[in-house]
């Protein structure tokens, strides 16, 4: 929904499974229940600076033979752009994240960048200042549950860059 330069988004992801399986000549019921509800809010000036604003919350629960397995995760986020001086552009985004499943295991990370641009009007010369990983996190977690495997995965991130870049378009 837009109301002038602001917006409004909502999402949901709604996904359930129930099936049988044989395993060792066993049959085993199995069951996937995944939930993700999603709101951003946003702005869309041109003079002014930009935001987007969202929450995403997560719930999977996966059941099958002996075992069950639950997990949620809450993401807020913000992301920022600012245009000024007509050849700047300002851009920062930060995520949180908060994981927990019903083993005790629990996990937060936050991961910020920034980004400073300079480029002329009519000019091929673009001159960036860049910023990764602003607080050195060094890994995510993320859980996936289907027919077969229950999984827990941990993507290692790139420590955290500084970088100075110079582009020149032909």
């Known amino acids: 929904k837009n109301i002038k330069q602001i917006y409004i988004k909502g999402k949901v992801n709604f996904s359930w499974f129930n099936y049988e399986q044989e395993v060792n000549n ?3 019921n199995n069951e996937s229940n ?3 509800l999603g709101i ?7 003079k ?11 719930f999977n629960k996966y059941s099958g033979g002996n075992s069950e397995t639950e997990a949620e995760t809450d993401n807020p986020y913000i992301n920022m752009e600012y245009i000024f001086f007509k050849d700047f552009v300002f ?12 083993l005790g295991q629990k996990e937060t ?8 641009l300079y480029q002329k009007e ?18 995510k977690v993320s859980n996936f549950y289907n027919d077969f495997i229950v999984s827990e995965q941990k993507t290692y991130i790139m420590p955290r ?6 582009t020149y378009k032909l």
């Open 122 to 139: 009519d000019s091929g010369w673009t001159f960036e200042i860049k910023g990764s990983n602003i607080f050195d996190t060094e890994y």
């Open 26 to 28: 066993a049959r085993v």
């Open 161 to 166: 860059i500084g970088l100075f870049t110079v």
């Open 48 to 58: 002014l600076p930009n935001f987007e604003l969202g929450f995403n919350k997560g």
């Open 34 to 36: 995944n939930q993700l």
């Open 109 to 116: 990370y936050e991961i910020a960048n920034l980004s400073l």
């Open 91 to 102: 851009k920062a985004d930060y995520e949180y994240t908060k994981y927990k499943n019903n």
């Open 40 to 46: 951003e809010f946003g702005t869309n000036f041109k």
